[in-house]
């Protein structure tokens, strides 16, 4: 096959041309980051002001015909206020940003039925999904614009199942109680979309889960956290991202490395306050920034910083809890845990800050502990029965290189010193079979796995690391660093893809497919 440049290859009417040569690649200048930091036009508000908004959560309209849940979302431009006394346009799930929150349980499955009255094309992938191939979220599977698909005319050469207005996408649901989340996923425009507010919790219940003793109800939060930056009328901005939508950018070349916010937003609020009880509450963290990673910290005055009871992974529950100082959270990651606030006398404050950010990214949000409550809830010693991942002796290993580098007139992000082609298949792996992967990198790169989650077997010569325990399928690989893990494909066979879940990366071309067989 001919190989088409990148953006040439997704040959939509209304999409950026193919990207000229990079005139060059920094790491930016943010610590602990790749990407580069945008800086707002506008005065930005105090912190701790705005109370924490917790997103809605998604209800079933029926049941379809095979008897699963069946859930209706309509994805449209709606303009929200976020930075206080204005008006900001996002993408929204139900046009709103994060979108709704679907509570599912094991062994009942689900139906999406997703309508996009975007003026732009689509893909919803479930992050962390054990999804059929066709639910979940190829690249070039688009759902083009209700009412305007004719607007846009797939290249001869897409490889995808396009759809006109709407997609239907079936959730088994035959995983681990865990925090998922969904998320656009289209070719080369996952950055800006997903920066415009196409992200939203998708959280999996079970019996396991349902007889610990965890808090519940109010004091089970959904923290979703990202860096956004705002223009002068209090838009989002982003690199070349012109508001009518309809020229919609991929990365600039001068932005490859990744873009940086400088406003932290939790669950779409600027530096957000939430009323707490002296009790123990249950935090989902999830990390949706396009590049920024975070170390966060519970920092209260006078008294040593609160401790992280870590109770799960990003797929599910761990075998016991494991106690954390601080957490590090890369995009894509996620992290339940168990905060107590049950010796704090009412009035203290509790701030969450990023020692990893720079000035107004030091802070993320505050508890204020505003009452004495009973709290039966408690962290038992034991969570669930954790697999081991084990590899058999003479398992089939590979190795996935994660670098900057050039292929044909693409320069940019490659695996393997390739960039993404859907028509290329890097891996093909046998179902069923358990495999060791290892992943190399040159600067930070948060790799996500398609369809099932892995067991990080080492960092370098070294164990998994302290964010490592437990099933993941998004791993932080860190600069010029070595980690392996153990990976193992079930149930559905088809084309999938690992990739790089720094969004710029994405977009740049940074994703493999792979193939089950």
Request: aromatic share 8%.
């Amino acid at each position: 096959m001919t190989r088409l440049s990148r953006r040439g290859f997704l040959g939509l009417l209304g999409a950026a041309g193919a990207g000229a040569a990079l005139a060059g690649c920094g790491l930016g200048a943010a610590p602990g980051q790749t990407g580069e930091q945008l800086t707002s036009a506008l005065p930005l508000p105090e912190a701790f002001r705005v109370p924490l908004p917790v997103p809605p959560v998604a209800r079933p309209v029926g049941t379809d015909p095979t008897g699963a849940d069946l859930y209706r979302v309509t994805q449209r431009v709606a303009n929200v206020e976020i930075l206080p006394g204005l008006r900001t346009p996002v993408l929204g799930y139900d046009g709103i940003f994060p979108g709704p929150t679907f509570e599912t349980r094991r062994g009942r499955p689900v139906v999406v039925q997703h309508r996009n009255e975007l003026p732009v094309p689509t893909v919803v992938h479930l992050h962390g999904g054990h999804t059929p191939a066709e639910s979940d979220g190829w690249p070039l599977d688009l759902v083009l614009p209700a009412g305007n698909a004719a607007g846009w005319t797939p290249h001869h050469g897409m490889l995808g199942d396009v759809a006109a207005g709407e997609r239907e996408y079936r959730y088994p649901t035959d995983q681990r109680a865990a925090t998922l989340w969904y998320h656009d996923h289209r070719m080369d425009f996952t950055g800006p979309s997903v920066y415009r507010g196409l992200a939203g919790f998708h959280l999996v219940r079970d019996d396991i889960e349902d007889a610990l003793p965890l808090p519940r109800g109010e004091r089970e939060l959904p923290l979703m956290i990202c860096d956004r930056a705002f223009a002068a009328d209090g838009s989002f901005a982003y690199p070349g991202l012109d508001q009518g939508m309809r020229s919609l950018p991929g990365v600039e070349d001068d932005w490859m490395e990744g873009v940086l916010g400088d406003v932290v937003l939790v669950n779409g609020a600027p530096w957000p306050v939430h009323e707490v009880d002296a009790a123990r509450y249950r935090l989902r963290l999830l990390n949706t920034s396009n590049a920024r990673r975070y170390r966060l910290v519970l920092r209260v005055p006078g008294v040593p910083d609160l401790p992280f009871v870590q109770i799960g992974s990003d797929n599910g529950l761990l075998a016991a809890p494991l106690t954390h100082q601080a957490l590090e959270i890369a995009a894509g990651e996620r992290f339940d845990v168990i905060v107590d606030f049950t010796a704090l006398p009412a009035g203290t404050e509790v701030t969450m800050i990023n020692p990893l950010g720079t000035g107004r990214t030091q802070d993320v949000m505050r508890f204020r502990v505003v009452r004495t409550a009973p709290d039966d809830s408690r962290v038992p010693e034991r969570l669930a029965d954790v697999e081991p991942l084990v590899p058999p002796a003479g398992a089939p290993q590979r190795t996935f290189r994660f670098t900057r580098g050039s292929v044909g007139d693409h320069r940019g992000w490659t695996i393997n010193g390739g960039s993404f082609d859907p028509a290329r298949s890097l891996a093909d792996i046998t179902l069923g079979e358990t495999e060791v992967w290892r992943f190399v990198s040159d600067v930070h790169h948060p790799v996500h796995v398609h369809l099932d989650a892995f067991q990080v077997l080492r960092r370098g010569s070294e164990g998994p690391g302290p964010y490592d325990i437990g099933w993941k399928d998004t791993v932080d690989i860190r600069p010029a660093e070595v980690v392996d893990i153990a990976v193992r494909f079930e149930h559905y066979a088809g084309r999938f893809v690992v990739h790089c879940h720094n969004l710029e990366h994405e977009d740049m071309a940074m994703m493999a497919t792979i193939r089950t067989v």
